[in-house]
T-cell receptor, first 114, second 112 residues
């Protein structure tokens, strides 16, 4: 059974703080993704990675960076948190063999920036 | 790139009635269309998917239809139950691509 875990379920940070969100998957998936989920806006892709040390910008990369030093771990970094980054952050992973592979999501991190 | 539109954004039905959620996509190269269900406070999970070589797929009370010519696909839930209440996301992707393109979600409420 695929497991995607995220380091925190809830986080409260102050404006200007550096924030790290970590995601770990245990099924040797090549692809990993970070989304943010806001009411009425669905799942918006921030960044994704298709291999170690590889990253691609998604639809809303501004204000975020990512790191993938190991295949199982994909980190999202908010260099200087702002209130408009208050959101639910979802990590996901998927095997790369074909596009028709199930994508598995983590439980989400609800981030509040004060 | 691909653009997926999903309607309606909210849907309320009486228990036992059917619910239909519709999605359209823009890229004719897309050939795989999964549907995810996200219950309140939980992660999205795949509930059904369809490939472009199939027009319809059914799994108990859930079915998905695909019209490649019109570039739209739909989720049908029959005999709805309160536990069907959730946000549903459609998505599309083409072979060789890395990331799914999601619709904006439909919040389904089943009224007991």
């Amino acid at each position: 059974d695929v497991k995607v875990t995220q380091s925190s379920r809830y986080l409260v940070k102050r404006t200007g703080e550096k924030v790290f969100l970590e995601c770990v998957q245990d099924m040797d998936h090549e692809n990993m993704f970070w989304y943010r989920q806001d009411p009425g806006l669905g799942l918006r892709l921030i960044y994704f990675s298709y291999d170690v040390k590889m990253k691609e910008k998604g639809d809303i990369p501004e204000g975020y960076s990512v790191s993938r030093e190991k295949k199982e771990r994909f980190s999202l970094i908010l260099e200087s948190a702002s209130t408009n980054q208050t959101s639910m952050y979802l990590c996901a992973s998927r095997k790369q063999q074909t596009a028709q592979e199930t994508q598995y999501f983590g439980p989400g991190t609800r981030l509040l920036v004060l | 790139g691909e653009n997926v539109e999903q309607h309606p954004s909210t849907l309320s039905v009486q228990e036992g009635d059917s619910a239909v959620i519709k999605c359209t996509y823009s890229d004719s190269a897309s050939n795989y269309f999964p549907w995810y269900k996200q219950e309140l406070g939980k992660r999205p999970q795949l509930i059904i998917d369809i490939r472009s070589n199939v027009g319809e797929k059914k799994d108990q009370r859930i079915a998905v239809t695909l019209n490649k010519t019109a570039k739209h696909f739909s989720l049908h839930i029959t005999e709805t139950q309160p536990e069907d209440s959730a946000v549903y996301f459609c998505a599309a992707i083409e072979t060789g691509a890395n990331n799914l393109f999601f619709g904006t979600g439909t919040r389904l409420t089943v009224i007991p």
